[in-house]
Nanobody, 115 residues
Framework: QVQLVESGGGLVQPGGSLRLSCTAS????????MGWWRQLPGKEREWVAT???????NSADSVKGRFAISTNSAKSAVYLQMDNLKPKDTAIYYC?????????WGQGTQVTVSS
């Protein structure tokens, strides 16, 4: 069982930056992939970015070139560096950890982009 705790959300002006963090509670060295998803107001949850255990990353077209996903060397945390934020990025952001066929989710952290 893995518990994920997110942090780093908040209010930022358009064009600003935030860095989200997600820490796993137990040994996470055997993870398959970790990622970030978001849920915009009134919308379904959507995929943002993924990092495989190999280090390969991928991200949605809507954030490509602005957001970057990474992990720490112990693979116990996943980060989302968000630059050049836009009002359309306002959402609750959730981290996700996949170990084998089991999916784990964090509780979500609010990101609001507004002037």
């Amino acid at each position: 069982q893995v518990q994920l705790v997110e942090s780093g959300g908040g209010l930022v002006q358009p064009g600003g930056s935030l860095r989200l963090s997600c820490t796993a509670s137990n040994d996470n060295s055997e993870f398959t992939n970790m990622g970030w998803w978001r849920q915009l107001p009134g919308k379904e949850r959507e995929w943002v970015a993924t990092i495989l255990s190999s280090g390969t990353t991928n991200s949605a077209d809507s954030v490509k070139g602005r957001f970057a996903i990474s992990t720490n060397s112990a693979k116990s945390a996943v980060y989302l560096q968000m630059d050049n934020l836009k009002p359309k990025d306002t959402a609750i952001y959730y981290c996700n950890d996949v170990i084998g066929n089991t999916w784990y989710w964090g509780q979500g952290t609010q990101v609001t982009v507004s002037s």
